[in-house]
């Protein structure tokens, strides 16, 4: 079902690991609910704080702009994006590589942790 379905295909390994990690401990069926969504909700904020260190990302902007992105639609500006960075800014150079990385990981983490989950 997880190969089938493209909207799954970017949750794939997380629900597999859920499943190796968690399904031999439940055994009552309401508590997989529960037990799925502390789960999720520790996955994504793990993947939120490593992407915020490994970006040098102010958290605060970052949710901001994941919160604007997932409203409109509309993947962040370049601008905007370059805002969230700490510390010293890139050079004219830099600008536009690090922002298509950066704004390509945000895009990829609302796909994974938010679009078509409901926790």
Known sequence: M???????R??????KKFIDENMKYIS???DLTDQFTKFW????NKAFSTLCTEENLSAEKCRAIIDQYIYTSREPLRDDVLDMLLGKK???RERKPLAQ??????TGFV????NGIDV
């Open 101 to 106: 990385r950066i704004i390509s990981r945000l």
């Open 90 to 92: 890139p050079g004219v």
């Open 28 to 30: 009552d069926s309401d």
């Open 111 to 114: 796909e994974t942790f938010i």
């Open 2 to 8: 997880l190969d089938g379905q493209v909207s799954l």
């Open 41 to 44: 909700t520790k996955e994504k």
């Open 10 to 15: 970017s949750k794939r390994e997380l629900i």
